[in-house]
């Protein structure tokens, strides 16, 4: 069965999402703001949602067509094959969002389209009624500039839910976002990775996660493994094949410190929970007291700023000790997250580059500082 499928991201983060779907395999894909669309097959959906670790969620796309008007919408929807997903008993819930379009009444568009999919259902199983007691079948209707693209969600909770973070600290870094960081550092785990402001331990989880080539959804389920549409030996083979891809490697050198005993404590829980006890060492410490004895290394970490931290005088502080670290650690590579605005004045230097992410809503920025390429 051949289908369309669309790995959503926040913004900035698109790119990372397409790499991720060429390595699984998927190469016929369009990247758009927000959103990778793919085509594949059914196992696909099984596959994508145990191993993307930069999307927040999959869905399946049923279809996607002008409507200007609620005529056009209704007609439409109930056009498509929603029997071709959707069992008798489906719970089928419907979202919806508008941007740039006519119909900008949400709840009226949700209305519709629920309408409209009950009637396409009404003559392929003859009932005039659906209890919806069944598998959940979230839809959502999304227009925007007078195109409506219907889709099925295929996830769940967020991808950024992997399982292991029952506990989080103050404004925690999703793992999607966290993943993304370590990506784009470029870090492998022979090489030494700090994070001073490592809060509830995310970022370093995430990179002992890539590491050992652990697919980050082995430990939870989705809302699509109790779908008819999926046979269950698809979920089997692909989590037979996850686990198969594991590489038990040791990560040389994962430190995380923070001067809040209590955050350690969870970052601590978090690590047992991703089956990751021992290989990452937290350490109650100011971020002003970072050293290493290792020559080269990565510093990977995403420190409190305005939003997060009150006093501004504080943040500067903060951020004078951050500087005066990396001076000391003149060899290693640094990788900071922050919307503070004045980084590159206080570190004394423009960062090698930039790139623009957005961390729960507030706009900031990811400089990347390029220390010496280390000895063959």
């Known amino acids: 069965m051949s289908l369309e499928l669309i790995a959503s991201t926040t913004f900035g983060l698109e790119a990372l999402a397409a790499d991720e779907l060429r390595r699984l395999g998927y ?7 927000g959103k990778v669309t793919f085509s594949a097959d059914l196992s696909a959906i099984c596959r994508c949602n145990l191993w993307l670790r930069t999307a927040a969620r999959v869905r399946l796309k049923v279809g996607e067509f002008k409507a200007s008007s609620f005529e056009e919408l209704f007609e439409k929807t109930k056009a498509l094959p929603w029997a071709d997903y959707l069992p008798a008993d489906a719970e089928f819930p419907v979202e919806g969002r508008s941007a740039q379009s006519a119909l900008f009444s949400v709840p009226d568009c949700q209305a519709i389209v ?3 999919v009950v009637e396409s259902l009404k003559p392929k199983y003859n009932l005039e009624w659906f209890p919806e007691n069944g598998p959940l079948f979230k839809i959502e209707a999304a227009l925007l500039k007078d195109t409506a693209t219907l889709t099925i969600d295929t996830s769940g909770p967020g991808l950024h839910q992997r399982g292991y973070r029952a506990l989080a600290g103050g404004a925690p870094l999703k793992e999607t976002l966290a993943a993304a960081l ?28 890539q590491g050992q080539n652990r697919a980050p959804g082995l430990n939870r389920s989705f809302v699509s493994e109790a779908w008819p549409l999926i046979p269950s030996k698809y979920w089997e083979e ?45 350490q109650q410490r100011e971020a002003k007291e970072t050293k290493s004895a290792k020559k080269y290394g990565k510093l990977i970490t995403n420190p409190p700023y305005g939003e997060r ?27 900071i997250l922050t919307a503070f605005p004045r980084l590159e004045k206080i570190m004394g230097r423009k960062a090698t580059k930039r790139r623009k992410l957005y961390h729960g809503g507030i706009e900031t920025q990811y400089y990347q500082y390029y220390g010496p390429r280390p000895p063959r």
């Open 27 to 33: 190469p016929e894909l369009k990247v758009e703001n």
């Open 114 to 116: 629920k309408k409209a």
């Open 182 to 209: 370590v990506i784009l550092a470029r870090w492998y785990p022979d090489i030494a990775l700090i994070d001073p402001f490592c809060g509830s331990g995310t970022i370093l989880i995430e990179a002992a996660l």
């Open 238 to 282: 692909a989590r037979l094949e996850a686990r198969d891809l594991i590489k038990p490697v040791q990560p040389d050198y994962l430190i995380g410190t923070d001067i809040d005993q209590r955050v350690l404590r969870i970052a601590r829980h978090n690590a047992a929970a991703a089956g990751l006890e021992g290989l990452i060492h937290f």
């Open 309 to 335: 931290l009150g006093n501004e005088k504080e943040v500067e502080q903060l951020y004078r000790e951050l500087a005066q670290v990396c001076r000391d650690l003149d060899t290693w590579s640094f990788y």
